[in-house]
């Protein structure tokens, strides 16, 4: 028969375990954070974003020069990379380096908020769980092309837009998505113009340090630019009801290119996109992790 004193001993015990067990659980997460392997893919996934970006950026060019683009998105600079000869092995790569810095964001959002104020460890965290969902639905989004599979992004938004149509709430939302979609690409015209990715960056001082701060103070407000209109269209597709001009980048693109001097704005931004996705690449070596 257990008596009442044996129950406490039986259930401090219980409860050692546990926080032995959620301690160990702990410090494998922080090692795998700390991880040089972790660390050296998680870089590769700066240089796929960043190529990405440099391909988003040429098929806006080809646009705006008269050609036909395709999708000026992430899905059309997939389907451009799976199209090429050794396109899946690369997609294979970007798959594995975008999920390691999801990864690497996620231990982050646990145990990288060296803040003193709680204000900047939620800050950090916030950040930190965006880049996160940013990464890993790149590195989704690269694994179905790898598999042989394919999708458009636009349409998927025009469609989620379409149903949230449907009623007024979920009109709200749109417009509120619009706006913080705005609001981000106003945030990086800011951080670009005022060199604020130099945080982000472990060498400033070197030529390709120099060189990679200069990418990233033309190519954060050209890629802010692209986001913006990308809210606006999002909030007008919820007022206008049609969730056509609700498709991400690539609406946002040929949207540019329909307005007057459409073909040289398409190409101003085209440029910049290329000049951010430079700065990405660049950060594979000199950023800070």
Known sequence: MVTGKGAKDAADDASESAAHAGKQAGNAARQAG???TLETVGRWGFFFSGLLHVLIGLLAL???FGGSGGNADQTGALAEIAGKPG??????????????????QVTEILFGARAAKDREKLKHRAKSLGQAIVYFALGSSALTFALGGSKDSGKQSSGVSAQLMQSTAGKGVLIVGGAIILGVGVYYVVKGLRQKHREQLKD???TL?????????IGYPAKGVALGVVGILFAFAAITADPKKAQGIDAAVKTLGSSPAGSVLLIIVGLGVIVFGLYL???????KM
């Open 204 to 206: 400033t001082s070197s």
């Open 34 to 36: 700390d991880s040089k």
């Open 209 to 217: 340090g120099r060189t990679v701060v200069w990418l990233g103070t």
């Open 62 to 64: 080809r646009i705006g």
């Open 281 to 287: 690449m660049g950060r594979t070596k000199t950023g």
């Open 87 to 104: 396109g899946a092995a690369v997609l294979w790569v970007a798959v594995c380096a975008f999920f390691a810095l999801g990864l690497w």
